[in-house]
Each structure stands twice: as C-alpha cells, then as structure tokens.
C-alpha cells in the first residue's frame, strides 16, 4: 500500500553553525555553500529561540517557513500555550520590530492602520497654519500579533486583511507602505466562540498556514515550570537580520523543483475538489477517493497549491538540501490545507477531522501519481 513519503525532521540534519550575513558571500561562491550558511543562520535562530520556548519544534518549524516565504499564518490555541512569547522572541533574535494587537468587539479600523490629526505648524513667513499629519498605527512593524482576531467585527479584520495582502494602507486616499519583511500571525481560541466573528473561508484563504499549538509533554511542562517559577531569564541574542530574512525569501523563490513533485501537489489539491477527484489524471481514475464525496463540501482551490510548492522550498533550505522533494509537500501538507476544506455533515457527525482526511489523502496519492485501490475497501 503507498503512503506518504517518510521525512526526517529538519532538527536531526548536522547544519553549518556560521552565522555570517548572507550578504557577505563572494558572487562565485557555490550553491552547496549558501544554502549551508542559510540553514546555519536558522539553526542560530532556533537555538535563541529554544532558550525561551520549551518544545514545540513542528510549530517553530511551520513559523520560519511561513516568514521566509513573505506569508502569513494563523495560530490555533487554547491560552497559555506561550503563542504570544514565541513570536515575540523570534521578533528579537530577527532584531525585527514587533506589535501585539489586542482584538477586541470596538477595535476599528484606524486603531490598526493609523489616522490623520490636525498638527498646527509655523510657516517660513511666521504664519500658523493647519495640516493633516499621519500617525502610523501598530500594523507598521515587521511582525504582527493579531490576538484573538476573531473577537473584531468584520469591517476590522479586512483592515488587517488588506494590509497582509497589499502591504500598504490606505488612509483618505493615500497610500502608505508598509516595512519590509512584514509577517502576520493571528491566533483563535478554539474553545470558546461566544461573542466572535468567526473569519470566512475566503479570508482564512489568505494565511498561508493554520498552525495548530498543542499542549506540551510532560518533560516540557516540568522544564516550563523550572524555567518560569525561578529567578533566571533568558536572554535572547539576534542572530538573523531583516536584510538576511529579505534574502532568504528572495531565495526560497529559485530553489528548483522538479515536475513529478510540483504535480504531486497539485493533485493533492485538486484530488479534494468533489467535482475533479476523479479526473485528476489517466493515473488516478478516482479509485481510493470515495471519503473525498464522503466527507467534504468544498475543496482547496490553485492558493493552497501554490502554498504547497513554496512552503516546500522553504522547508527545503530549512533542512540543507537545495531541491525540493515530495516528502517536504508531504511535511506541509496539513498546515496549508487544514483551513481550505469545508467538511459536511456526515464528517461532522462522525467526528472526522481536516486532518483526519488530509493523512488518508496522503494515504492514498503516492509522488508518482498513483492512487491505492485498497483504500477504498478501508474507508467502507
């Protein structure tokens, strides 16, 4: 039976510590070469990251890989998971600015973006005269917390939404850009929904990821407790600068990628469309994709496969290599997909999960093209 590729996890690949600025190497200097000094800058930032944020590697992992691809990603919690403190400490070891905004029911618009004042100034000829001056609002920093986005009514949130998409704003007609690298994490409380404005399917389209926070281990939550009831505080030293983050994602865009797996990908996505699971090639012929009828309404559409192939190349640097190969779409598969699939009913009755179709989607479609014929016997 074909399953999903077997991937090892990036952390257990021996990187080159060197921490030199990327912008430092010669312009003959080899490709094997760069994308060593590029995992050694982000092994530097996982350890600052590390004497922080005890665990959590998959989620640090998915965060790194949503920045340097110039995305954006949603954080799925319940409190007191440290959502806020590990992207607070990665802003620091990024020596990147950073903003925490609060969402509440009354938050409006101009509290994220900025507004306009009168300012009162004396002209060369000694005369007061009035104009309009722009105070940039939080959304004008490298790194944005959007906390709780679900508690602001909609006319905010396509606030922040049109910022993560057009990088600017737009206040009386003028357009003001926004800092470069600009990233935006927004965090939901899965438990508690009263008194929200849940985010439409189209606007969740527009993050990259859903990252889901688990509760740690034992061993983590009796290191967490040590680390937090003590007198001890970490200090986290910046090992990464904007200019080298601008790089990477300039980067990521070249890493090649062959055919067979950009097609894998694609397949992937469109093997969760009700309507084109079962043409997706002469090799599939629907056979294995009766849970897709099953259980879901509506499928991903083309962002969530171009999310695919560009959060696997991230993921290829992350780990050392300098192609991408199956095992890395099949390590984001879920993050990118999870918030695209709309389940029905019968799903929902019977407790089956985004990820629940997702691993027997991966289950059932090989690299190659080839779908399980058993499958279908299983899922009956």
């Known amino acids: 039976m074909s399953s999903k590729p077997d991937g090892k996890d990036c952390s257990d690949r021996e990187l080159d510590k060197s921490t030199q600025s990327l912008g430092d190497h010669a312009s003959g200097e080899d490709v094997e070469a760069l994308i060593a000094r590029i995992s050694g800058l982000v092994q530097g930032l996982r350890d ?18 949503s920045l340097f691809t110039r995305g954006h990603a949603v954080l799925i919690g319940v409190p007191g998971l440290a959502k806020t403190l590990l992207v607070s400490t990665v802003a620091k070891a990024l020596h990147l600015d950073f903003s925490r905004i609060q969402f509440t029911p009354d938050l409006m618009p101009s509290d994220i973006t900025g507004t306009e004042v009168i300012d009162e100034k004396r002209g060369d000829d000694g005369q007061m005269r009035r104009e309009l001056r722009f105070i940039p609002g939080p959304v004008f920093a490298n790194v944005i917390l959007a906390d709780e986005i679900n508690r602001t009514p909609p006319k905010t949130q396509s606030a922040l939404l049109e910022a993560m998409q057009e990088r600017q704003v737009t206040v009386s007609g003028q357009r003001h850009g926004l800092p470069d690298p600009f990233f935006v994490l927004a965090t939901q409380n899965p438990i508690e929904q009263e008194g929200t404005y849940p985010l439409p399917e189209a606007q969740l389209d527009r993050f990259m990821f859903m990252i889901k926070v688990g509760y740690p281990n034992v061993d983590e939550e009796l290191e967490i407790i040590k680390r937090t009831t003590g007198k001890a505080e970490a200090d986290v030293e910046t090992v990464v600068t904007a200019e080298d983050v601008r790089q990477i994602q300039s980067l990521v865009r070249e890493v090649p990628i062959a055919d067979h797996v950009m097609k894998y990908a694609v397949n992937l996505v469109r093997a969760t469309r009700r309507e084109e699971s079962g043409e997706i090639s002469d090799e599939f012929m629907g056979v294995g994709l009766d849970f897709i009828d099953r259980y879901l309404q509506w499928g991903a559409g083309p962002r969530a496969s171009q999310n695919l192939i560009l959060a696997g190349k991230a993921r290829a640097i992350l780990c050392g290599r300098i192609h991408v190969s199956a095992e890395d779409i099949a390590a984001v598969a879920k993050p990118v997909l999870r918030h695209r699939l709309i389940l029905n009913f019968n799903a ?29 016997a299983i899922m009956k």
């Open 48 to 65: 600052q990251v590390s004497r922080v944020v005890v665990g959590q590697d998959e989620v640090i992992e998915q965060l790194f890989i």
């Open 348 to 376: 929902e009755a019977e407790g089956i999960t985004a990820d629940d179709l997702i691993e027997q989607l991966l289950s059932a479609i090989s690299p190659d093209g080839q779908c399980d014929p058993r499958l279908d």
